[in-house]
């Protein structure tokens, strides 16, 4: 295992099998479970790295494909990485780029050494194979490196996941063997769509290359969440117990909420500032829209029971203006609340599972939320 990376299970809930654990990294410990949040281009959007570690951020990650194409991880590790690059003294993961040379990239090929594909941006020709992820990770400078994958869709039949699940495999031992650094961790990901006959092959033939943590991959991408949760079900039993598990892609309350009850650790997802830039809030009643005209004359806080810098100093009928007039603020200030809710539910559940009441913990939360 590389130096400075462990990760100790403190208790375990006793209904649900949920974990409350300590993430070690050389870059600081993390709480888990645990919410990520997502600073694709070496910024979460909207949000001060000093206001973040207000609201509870404790690990944020970062995206290879966008920071290669801009400014280019050469220029990156040139300023001392990522951490120093973007002042962030915490731990930091990087994901593969794979989800998004399959997403965002046009006329892409799929082949054995890699993925050939045309620039989001201008259109140039590229070529990432699992060693130039892994470089271009070891240039970013990352705590926490993934591995390059092949994200099937969901709808692939039996035969295509298992195609993509076997690349999947073979890339994984292409980017361990080009993994240089001692100070970096790689995470495998375990894939095979819906199937879990591919599922559980995967995870098998990825543990040996796990060094202290496991992605699970290619969920959230389309399923009935039922569906999601049936596969993480079925998964549960079959994870080391010594090593952080993490849901990709994961990041709505009733989803987080449903992971952290089949033993997942980490999750990550754009969806708390993606959608506050569209004026939409997390609180404990439920989301809020604040671009709605209800809201005209409404002077309360946006959450009661929150204490983020917004809800202490700022009204529903403030932030509507300011969404409605597009004033950056108002997408800043929603933003950081639905960033600080997520940590929040993230420190109720892990209290909920020292004291092993998870379950009663969640219907309560879903009660006020009013969905599930």
């Excluded at 509870?56 to 400014?71: A, C, D, F, K, Q």
């Excluded at 079959?238 to 892609?249: Q, T, V």
């Excluded at 204490?307 to 509507?320: I, V």
Aim: aromatic share 10%.
């Amino acid at each position: 295992m590389p130096q400075g990376f462990s990760f100790e299970v403190q208790h375990v809930e006793k209904h649900t099998g949920a974990r409350a654990g300590v993430f070690h990294t050389p870059h600081g410990d993390v709480l888990t479970p645990v919410y990520m949040p997502v600073g694709t281009q070496a910024t979460v959007k909207g949000v001060l790295p000093r206001d973040l570690k207000e609201a509870g951020s404790s690990i944020v990650l970062s995206n290879t494909y966008h920071l290669y194409m801009r400014p280019g991880d050469e220029i990156v590790a040139k300023a001392g990485g990522l951490h120093k690059f973007m002042n962030w003294d915490g731990p930091i993961l990087t994901d593969s780029g794979g989800f998004q040379v399959f997403s965002l990239t046009k006329l892409n090929k799929i082949r054995e050494e890699g993925v050939y594909f045309n620039s989001h941006l201008d259109g140039s020709r590229h070529l990432f194979t699992p060693e130039k992820s892994v470089s271009v990770q070891e240039n970013l400078g990352a705590d926490i490196i993934m591995q390059f994958d092949q994200c099937s869709e969901y709808g692939y039949t039996h035969a295509r996941a298992e195609d993509a699940m076997e690349l999947t495999t073979r890339w994984l031992e292409r980017c361990a063997k080009a993994k240089t650094r001692e100070d970096q961790v790689l995470f495998p990901i375990v894939q095979g769509n819906m199937y879990k006959d591919l599922r559980k092959e995967s995870l098998e033939r990825a543990l040996p290359y796990a060094e202290c943590g496991i992605g699970i991959g290619g969920l959230s991408v389309g399923e009935p969440k039922p569906l999601m949760y049936e596969i993480l079900d079925f998964l549960q039993p079959y994870y080391p117990e010594n090593m952080p598990r993490y849901l990709m892609g994961v990041g709505s309350p009733d989803c987080l909420i449903e992971g952290v009850k089949r033993g997942i650790d980490m999750f990550d997802c754009v969806l708390a500032t993606r959608i506050a830039r569209n004026g939409t809030a997390f609180t404990s009643r439920g989301k809020v829209v604040v671009r709605n005209g209800a809201y005209k004359e409404d002077f309360t806080p946006l959450d009661e029971g929150c204490d983020c810098y917004c809800c202490k100093n700022y009204t529903k009928a403030y932030l509507r203006h300011l969404m409605n007039v597009n004033e950056m603020l108002g997408a800043m200030l929603l933003s950081l609340h639905n960033i600080t809710f997520l940590h929040r539910l993230m420190r109720g559940m892990r209290e909920a599972i020292f004291a092993d009441c998870l379950e009663d913990f969640a219907r309560q939360f879903y009660a006020e939320y009013g969905e599930k």
